[in-house]
């Protein structure tokens, strides 16, 4: 991996404060588009994406817009298709890579979601996030029935989560571009989570192996620990801080720390743009990884906001998410998790709150989706950060 450059804060100009330039004459206007438009083609036949559309307004800064998808609704829903062909340069599965998807019975493998994500972000030009390889949810039943109990012993537990880690980062080798290793070690307080890797080790020390391993398999990868409620400072963020900190020192290969981003317009806006920083001190990457803003909506319609209020409030969060991750340096990728309010999980899981992506349920860009268009061109010109495959 390159070393890093300690994190640059570039000035990015408030959206609100232009919000009346018109966006299309701001773009045509630009001198650097034109050239732009020109070095991004690979080749003559290479794909041409709207020159106002979020991967090609980051291109410019060198940053990565991405979304989570579902593989289902590729060639299937040919509005969803049209925009996550079109809209973003990394992707991630929201869920078929998970080991619950992909393992769904011991040692019988299911990589059809996976694989078709992959060929789909091959044929477009897309990065992938693969998501992920260790965590504590959505782990298959033959592993644990409940979801935390496993009737495996330590010693097996290992050979397992070995087994799972290596064949999984073998069978993508190559077409990954950021792995999520581990994902949400941490309760709130800072404490472990005691998940059945825990309990096995008795520590911490599967995630060590873990990032050992993934890096055995697939040596080029990028590899991150990501985890949610790391945007703010406090017990969370300061033990994932410490046990990034620990891993560096110890030589064990993790590059990059993802910042899940589940914001709600309920609490304030968190010192995001310092931890990134301070992360990014560390020698690190770092990525905003699964973004929305979700707030309250009307009882009888799932993803209208209650009021004028709190939509605004969540314009608002979102443009300081992008520009949070356009300031640091080292900030490579920014992927909404999803991006039509129709396929969100946050109405399925937080009662009474939605409207948390960039598209409204008919696929229709919201104003939070101008407002990240407003950020990234008007970043055009910053320093070009660096998002290379070593
Ligand atoms: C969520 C998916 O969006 C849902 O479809 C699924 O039912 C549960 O998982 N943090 C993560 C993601 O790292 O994998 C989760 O994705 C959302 C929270």
Redo the contacts with the bound molecule.
């Keep these: 991996m390159p070393a890093l450059r300690r994190s640059v804060a570039i000035g990015v100009i408030s959206a609100a404060a232009v919000a009346a330039a018109p966006l299309a004459s701001a773009i045509a206007a630009s001198p650097a588009t034109a050239a732009t438009a020109k070095t991004s083609s690979a080749s003559a036949n290479a794909p041409k994406y709207p020159k106002d559309s979020l991967r090609e307004l980051g291109q410019k800064v060198g940053l990565r817009i991405g979304a989570?998808l579902n593989p289902d609704l590729l060639g299937t829903d040919a509005a969803y298709t049209k925009i996550a062909k079109q809209q973003f340069s990394t992707v991630t599965p929201?869920?078929v890579m998970?080991w619950e998807v992909v393992e769904p019975a011991k040692g019988t493998y299911d990589w059809s979601g996976g694989d078709k994500l992959v060929d789909f972000a091959h044929a477009n030009h897309q990065r992938v996030r693969g998501?992920?390889l260790v965590?504590h949810?959505?782990l298959p039943k033959w592993l644990t029935p409940d979801g935390f109990t496993t009737t495996y012993s330590s010693a097996q537990l290992k050979a397992i989560l070995k087994k799972h880690v290596q064949d999984e980062a073998r069978h993508f080798k190559g077409k990954i571009w950021q792995w999520?290793v581990v994902?949400?070690a941490f309760n709130d307080d800072g404490t472990p989570r005691e998940d059945i890797w825990y309990k096995a080790y008795g520590n911490l020390d599967y995630i060590a192996d873990a990032f050992t391993w993934a890096h055995q398999a697939d040596p080029k990868a990028l590899l991150f620990y990501?985890d949610?409620n790391i945007e703010f400072t406090g017990p969370k963020s300061n033990a994932v801080y410490s046990l990034v900190k620990k891993l560096k020192a110890r030589g064990v290969p993790i590059q990059g720390v993802g910042f899940?981003t589940?914001l709600d317009t309920q609490y304030p806006y968190p010192d995001l743009r310092a931890n990134l920083t301070r992360f990014a001190a560390l020698g690190v990457y770092v990525a905003e990884t699964?973004v929305d803003v979700r707030t309250f909506t009307k009882p009888d319609a799932m993803n209208t906001p209650v009021d004028g209020v709190h939509e605004s409030a969540q314009v608002a969060y979102w443009s300081r998410t992008i520009q949070d991750c356009l300031s640091v340096k080292a900030c490579i990728s920014y992927t909404p998790?999803?991006f039509g309010d129709a396929y969100s999980?946050v109405p399925?899981?937080f009662a009474g709150e939605g409207a948390a992506l960039l598209y409204d349920e008919q696929l229709q860009p919201k104003q939070a989706y101008t407002v990240i268009q407003q950020d990234l061109e008007l970043a055009d010109g910053a320093t070009h950060r660096s998002h290379s495959q070593d």
């Design positions: 989570a929201e869920n998970k998501h992920n965590w949810s959505q999520d994902n949400e990501n949610y899940q589940h699964e998790w999803g999980w399925g899981v």
